[in-house]
Structure formats: structure tokens, C-alpha cells
């Protein structure tokens, strides 16, 4: 409400300015047709009010690129991409070179990074936390399970999604199943409703969305957005990977069964 009454206040001394300015100049123009000293007095007024409406444009104009520049602080956000995966694994490594703290990720099947970064996978485990949240297989206990709802979406063989992630842990099972692993992996018993790759200070995110032929059907052509540390779309992203990975009953361990 607030918000409102104060962008309208706003708007009204735009208007109130804008106007007192244009009055200004119809004012000069109107004295400039009565002769030479007229002319001198009118042309005076006319830049004076053109002047002054460039220049509040101006100033209107910078403060909201200010507002703008406010709020994409606040959110934490860096830069976006149109697709994700392999299409923009330069900028992953980067930051993976880099990591010394926590490499947490979130998705269905995770294939793409699997085939990308499976020999890197215990590397990354000496120098920082891993933890991968995978979409349960078996989750819900009902005829619609959440992977064959996803290979429906995206006009997947059936089957295709709930393979990738028995890959998956079945690939990584030497480094999550050892007890002083700093490899952890654990299946989510909820819908996922976006993909994260938390390095760090930063992390990339994008929604999970039903593909469509317009932009390519695999979910690697979704945006991707990165955010940072502070900000609260990275605390939010990272709260919400913790609530599910950290409970019982959000997720599971492999080879367990709720």
C-alpha cells in the first residue's frame, strides 16, 4: 500500500514538473514573437524549460536504473544464461576449480553432470563438502511417479529418468558409501521444482518447466540464473536444498525405503 501511495506521489510531480516546464516554453515562444528583445527573453525561456525537462529526465531516469541496481543487490543476482549443462560448463569449472567449501546440487536425474564430472567427483570431495540430491525413483508410492510425470514431459522414452539416477548412485556408490566419505547422497521424496548447482558463494538455478519443441525438449535448455552470497535468493535456494536433504522425511539414503 505504501509502495503504491508513494509511486503515485511520484508520478504526480513528475507530471507537475514536466508540465510547469512545457508551460515555460509555450510561454517563451510566445514572447519570442514580440520583436528583438522578445526574442531574446523567448529563446531564453525555451532552453530553460527544454533544459530542465532533459535534465529531470535525466535524474528520473537514474534513479530508476539506482532502484533497479537495489534490487538485483538484494536478490544476490549475477548474470543469466538461456540454457544450462554443457552449454555453459566453462562457467561451472571456473568455480569448481575454486571450491574449498560446499558443492551441493540438486535435480532429477543429474545425467548431464554425471557424464561431465563423474571422474572429478571424488577430487572435489578433498577440498570441499559434496552433496547431490537426486529425485527418488520410487517416490510417490502410486501408479504416477515423479520421474515418469518428467520423461512425459519432456517426450522421454519411458523409463529414461528413473535409469539415470540408478546410474547415478549406482556409478557413485564407492564414494557416498563409505563413512568417512565427504560425499554425500540422498533421494528426495518430493517433487523437485528447481535444478541448483550451489558452489560455494554462488549457486546456478533455474525452474524446472515442461519442455517444448520451440526451445529444444531437453531440460538443458531451461535458463539458468547465478546468484551469490549475501543475497536472498542464495539463502533461500540454499535453505530450501537444506530442509529437504536434511530431513527425514523429505528425503531418503539410498537403499532405504520409507
Known amino acids: 500500500m505504501k509502495v503504491g501511495i508513494s509511486r ?17 516554453v509555450l510561454v517563451g515562444a510566445l514572447i519570442a514573437t514580440m520583436g528583438p528583445v522578445g526574442v531574446a527573453v ?22 530508476a536504473e539506482a ?22 560448463k566453462d562457467e561451472y569449472q571456473r568455480r569448481l576449480r575454486a571450491a574449498s567449501q560446499s558443492i551441493d546440487v ?22 570441499a563438502r559434496v552433496r547431490i540430491l537426486l529425485v527418488d525413483p520410487d517416490a510417490p508410492r502410486s501408479n504416477s511417479r515423479y520421474v515418469d510425470i518428467r520423461d512425459m514431459e519432456e517426450s522421454n522414452t ?17 564414494l557416498w558409501s563409505r563413512s568417512d566419505s565427504n560425499f554425500e547422497l540422498r533421494l528426495a521424496t518430493t ?23 520451440r526451445f529444444g525438449r531437453a531440460s538443458r535448455n531451461l535458463p539458468t540464473m547465478i546468484v551469490k552470497r549475501p543475497g536472498y535468493m ?3 535456494l540454499v535453505d530450501h536444498f537444506d530442509e529437504i536433504f536434511t530431513s527425514e522425511k523429505l528425503s531418503r539414503a539410498p537403499g532405504s525405503h520409507k
Open 191 to 213: 517433487l523437485p521444482s528447481v535444478n541448483m548447482f550451489r558452489i560455494d558463494d554462488e549457486a546456478f538455478w533455474g525452474p524446472y518447466l515442461v519442455s517444448s519443441s
Open 67 to 88: 532502484d533497479r541496481r537495489r534490487v538485483l543487490d538484494a536478490f544476490g543476482f549475477v548474470t543469466a544464461f538461456p540454457h544450462r549443462s554443457i552449454q555453459i
Open 8 to 24: 503515485r506521489l511520484q508520478s504526480s510531480r513528475f507530471l507537475l514538473y514536466m508540465a510547469l516546464q512545457l508551460i515555460l
Open 106 to 127: 540438486m535435480g532429477f536425474g543429474l545425467n548431464a553432470l554425471r557424464e561431465d564430472f563423474l571422474d572429478q567427483f571424488s577430487e572435489w570431495a578433498t577440498r
Open 158 to 174: 519411458s523409463g529414461r529418468t528413473r535409469a539415470e539416477v540408478l546410474r547415478f548412485i549406482t556409478d557413485t556408490q564407492p
Open 234 to 236: 542464495f539463502d533461500r
Open 42 to 63: 523567448g529563446t531564453s525561456m525555451i532552453a530553460t524549460g527544454v533544459g530542465g525537462m532533459v535534465v529531470f529526465g535525466w535524474v528520473v531516469f537514474d534513479e
